[in-house]
């Protein structure tokens, strides 16, 4: 079955490699991006080659994305699968991150998200069928130095899933998560930076050892062969051509280690889910609507 999708953060690694994956397996594919011009024109170019319709939408911005989504559902005629994929990323002392850098981040990795399955899911809801996908992270499931700004928004993305995933349950839209481990793309070279800089100071030698430690982790994953973002986009692929209601809810792309890991920590989650919703008499919520 070929479906209409909608991918939101089409100009990075992810996005653009699973909107051209999808249309060459004949998929509509829609994506979004802030601009389609300035550093995101080469990209956007590619893409349209590709056969990749592009829609400009700003995630931080709700008058954006409720046109955008409204653009894109005329576009490719209806709506089927929605891949929350926008995302930035931070590394720092977390500290020296400010309430602002770290609402920043929020904004489009969590925020963002919130804008987008509002506008979203009246229209999903409506037809009783649809599927969403989000792009969280190995480290929305654990936390690692440096990096814990960053993880807090990918557990509070987990934490949207879950609840989304039983509150739509009964209108028939499934919910899945992608957990990426890191990957060598721009993502990370572009992440938010603490601002307090004269706070960083007080940590002495340590507040070198943020980027000391992010460039030592892509030195890694590079030399990592199947440590690819086109993993990443080929699990997006595959849960999109996974019939309705047998996706996995939770699905790890990593070749670095860190996979059984999160997947054993998973495993425990479901059944510590399973047991609290049985325990509170929703355990139906858990039950897709396939009608």
């Known amino acids: ?17 699973a909107c051209i994956q999808l249309t060459e397996n004949g998929h509509q594919v829609v994506g979004t991006m ?15 080659a590709k056969g990749v319709a592009l829609v400009e939408m700003d995630v931080t911005n709700e008058d954006s994305v409720n046109s955008g989504v409204k653009s894109a559902i005329e576009m490719m005629g209806g709506l089927d699968i929605v891949f929350n994929n926008a995302g930035i990323g931070a590394n720092g002392i977390l500290e020296c991150f400010t309430a602002s850098d770290i609402q920043k981040m929020f904004d489009v990795n969590v925020f963002g998200v919130q804008r987008v399955m509002r506008a979203v899911l009246p229209f999903l809801r409506q037809q ?62 572009e992440m938010i930076s603490p601002s307090d800089t004269d ?9 070198s050892l943020p980027e000391t430690s992010i460039n030592g982790y892509i030195a890694y994953v590079e030399s990592i062969h199947e440590q690819k973002p086109e993993r990443v986009a080929e699990a997006v692929l595959k849960l999109v051509n996974t019939p309705f209601g047998e996706k996995p809810f939770r699905t790890v792309v990593d070749f670095s280690g860190l996979k059984q890991p999160i997947e054993n920590y998973n495993k425990a989650l479901i059944d510590t889910t399973i047991a609290i919703y049985r325990a509170n008499g929703v355990e139906n919520l858990l039950t897709l609507n396939k009608d």
């Open 128 to 189: 009783g069928r649809g599927t969403i996908i989000h792009t969280s992270s190995c480290i929305g499931r654990v936390t690692t130095p440096f990096l814990a700004s960053y993880s807090a928004s990918k557990y509070a993305l987990e934490s949207l899933a879950e609840g989304y995933r039983a509150e739509l349950s009964g209108f028939g839209i499934e919910s899945c998560i992608i957990e990426p481990g890191g990957f060598p793309t721009g993502f990370m070279s």
């Open 1 to 17: 079955m070929k479906h209409k999708i909608l991918v939101t953060g089409a100009s990075g690694a992810f996005g653009s490699l």
């Open 199 to 207: 706070r960083m100071t007080e940590y002495g030698e340590m507040s």
């Open 34 to 48: 802030r601009s389609v011009k300035g550093k995101n024109e080469a990209i956007s170019s590619e893409l349209k």
